[in-house]
C-alpha cells in the first residue's frame, strides 16, 4: 500500500511538474501574442493543476508546495472571465448593420416648376 501511494504521488508530481512547464511556456506566448486562445487554455491547464495539487495534498502536502513556491501568481491565479456583452446591445449592432447594409434610395431629380401636391403625373 505504502509503495502504491508512492507510486502514485511520483506520477502526481511529475504530472504537475509538466502542467506547470506548459503554463510557463503559455505565459511567456501570451506575452508576445495576447492571444485570448492562449489565455483560455492556460485557464484550462490552471484548473487542471488545481485538481491534482488537490489529490496530492492528501497524499503529500510539502510535495504541493515545492512545485509552488515561487510561482503562486502564475499557478494559483483564478480563471479569467470570457468577455460578455448584453443582448440589448447585441440587437442594438446587428440592427444597425442592416441598416447599413440597406442599398440607397435616390431621388430622381425634380423638373422645374415642380410643386409637390401629386398632381405632377398629369402635367
Known sequence: MESNNAAQRDDLVAR?????ERLFWLAACWATTLSPDIAWEADRYRKL???LADELRKLDADAVETLIVGHEALLLAEPTTKPTIPLAAQRWHEL????????????KRKP??????????LV
Request: aromatic share 6%.
Open 16 to 20: 504537475l511538474t509538466a502542467i506547470r
Open 96 to 107: 444597425a448593420g442592416e441598416v447599413r447594409s440597406e442599398p440607397a434610395v435616390h431621388q
Open 112 to 121: 422645374d416648376g415642380y410643386v409637390p401636391d401629386g398632381l405632377q403625373h
Open 49 to 51: 493543476f488545481h485538481e
